[in-house]
């Protein structure tokens, strides 16, 4: 038996808030749509699709009409999100004002088409639409013919026929670099497509095309759109390459060039996203002015936009930049600071409106946080909601082993051994996790050495050995040193063995 589509139910589950509620007076407004509506509002209350439930409580759909309904609805949100995103982009600007040009072609406006084609192919250039800018100079064409403007079409057709050319390798060259963009992105991400011995080289071979692309188009009058493309990929290769230094230099350039010519407003969630990753430049560069004023940027977006027009994924940017911010905080041990921080967005970002993956790294965070100032029992809180709690099981897996060093060392804080033995166990069971390194071993044998003695001459000497092993650790075992910077769990091992001199 063939399984019913649920690509609606797919659909409404990926409407934040606002496009809901626009949707929903969209509904209201229309005539005779009582069952799209109420269609609508039971595929919002649901958690899970399933066709047989909804055609036994929903009466007014049946066998008969279910495939039908489905697909009316999935019709009339797309049209009401086309409406509530139009003039949101540039790219739906330029097309409006196509539609305008052909218009008032046809209403034989010519001279006013003609002030409107000029302002939107200069726009188009500048924003890398060269596919639309080519529209643009074919109305262009078309009006001077209408017109009978000769001289002019015939003084535009060898013009065009000249940037037509240019416009096509353009448009390709934007679309390799884009292909370019998205393979780093995926790169960037733990586990991702390629192993990790493939990834280096792949980085390294994409950087050097740039790099080899630049020194060939110095001399030339390259396109703003794509300068910005090659500033990006040449920062975030020198990022994931750990070049935090000459990251640093490059991102400056970059965001300076992208703010010059970027319409930060039309697209403020990918703005934010090159804020949360300078951040991550400035941590690793030790740039604690750089990350200022890349908070300082965010909270100003932020205050500069309506409400309603702060979607799901905008917010879930900018709290990304706040984990990003008090995660730098952590990495000086500045923690009282990083722990106000974290209490003054908690509401917010722990609500539904934030995504479980930011909200999962926020609560570790935290609980690192709470953990090296010595609020026990919060830290505790911070670890038990992150267990009890299905919704972040499946997602950030990769911060878990983390969260199994920092649930020892609660443990250990509070005297309970036998929940010790619990996720030591544990920890055995689960011996997949990608991100196991030589200190992360280490660590979880030192917490089992700890469940077997009370001595504080003997606790001091196995607090000793593993701070020698973290200050002596193999410069080549990144994975190591990476696990010792997220977890901050050498800050608490060496504020312990000092309780116990």
């Not at 004023?293 to 909270?299: T, V």
């Not at 539904?352 to 930011?358: A, D, E, G, L, T």
């Amino acid at each position: 038996m063939k399984t019913p589509s649920n690509e609606i139910f797919q659909l409404v589950k990926s409407l934040d808030s606002h496009e809901k509620a626009f949707i929903k007076l969209c509904l209201h407004k229309e005539s005779k749509t009582s069952i799209n509506e109420g269609l609508f509002d039971y595929l919002c209350s649901q958690s899970s699709y399933d066709e047989n439930k909804l055609l036994l409580e929903f009466k007014a759909i049946n066998k008969n009409n279910i495939k039908h309904s489905k697909q009316t609805i999935f019709d009339f949100i797309l049209r009401s999100l086309e409406q509530y995103y139009a003039n949101s982009s540039t790219e739906q600007k330029l097309y409006h004002s196509l539609f305008q040009i052909r218009f008032l072609r046809k209403k034989k406006l010519f001279s006013k088409a003609s002030k409107l084609i000029n302002f939107s192919i200069e726009k188009a250039a500048q924003t890398g639409h060269f596919l639309i800018q080519l529209q643009f100079m074919a109305e262009q064409q078309l009006i001077a013919l209408e017109s009978d403007n000769i001289a002019d079409y015939e003084q535009l057709q060898v013009r065009n026929s000249f940037a037509k050319e240019d416009l096509l390798k353009s448009y390709s060259e934007s679309q390799q670099n884009q292909e370019k963009i998205y393979l780093l992105q995926k790169l960037n991400i733990k586990g991702g497509c390629y192993p990790g011995s493939e990834k280096h080289q792949i980085i390294k071979n994409i950087y050097s095309d740039v790099i080899d692309n630049k020194t060939a188009d110095s001399g030339g009058n390259q396109n703003t759109y794509i300068l910005i493309q090659k500033k990006f990929i040449e920062y975030y290769c020198l990022l994931l390459l750990n070049e935090y230094h000459k990251a640093n230099t490059c991102f400056r350039k970059y965001l300076e060039l992208y703010e010059s010519f970027t319409e930060i407003s039309n697209n403020p969630e990918d703005y934010l996203w090159h804020v949360n990753v300078g951040i991550t430049v400035s941590n690793f560069s030790g740039d604690k002015k750089l990350l200022w004023e890349l908070n300082e940027k965010a909270d100003n977006l932020l205050k500069k936009l309506p409400v309603k027009n702060q979607s799901t994924a905008l917010l879930a940017n900018y709290f990304t930049v706040k984990n990003s911010v008090i995660a730098f905080l952590t990495h000086v041990e500045d923690f009282r600071e990083a722990c106000i921080r974290s209490e003054n967005i908690q509401a917010e970002i722990l609500s539904n409106k934030v995504k479980p993956s930011i909200r999962k790294i926020f609560l570790a965070n935290f609980c690192q946080i709470y953990l090296c100032n010595g609020e026990i029992r919060k830290a505790l809180q911070c670890y038990n909601t992150l267990n009890n709690n299905i919704e972040y099981s499946s997602v950030r897996n990769d911060i878990d082993p983390g969260m199994n060093i920092l649930g020892l060392a609660i443990f250990l804080e509070l005297n309970s051994f036998e929940n010790t033995e619990s996720l030591l166990r544990a920890c055995k069971r689960k011996s997949d996790f990608r991100s196991q390194c030589k200190i992360y071993l280490d660590l979880l044998e030192f917490f089992l050495e700890t469940t077997k003695t009370i001595e504080k001459k003997q606790l001091l000497g196995l607090f000793e050995a593993i701070l020698q092993k973290i200050q002596y650790i193999d410069k080549h075992d990144s994975g190591s040193v990476f696990f010792l910077k997220n977890t901050m769990i050498g800050a608490w091992l060496r504020k312990k063995r000092d309780e116990l001199v």
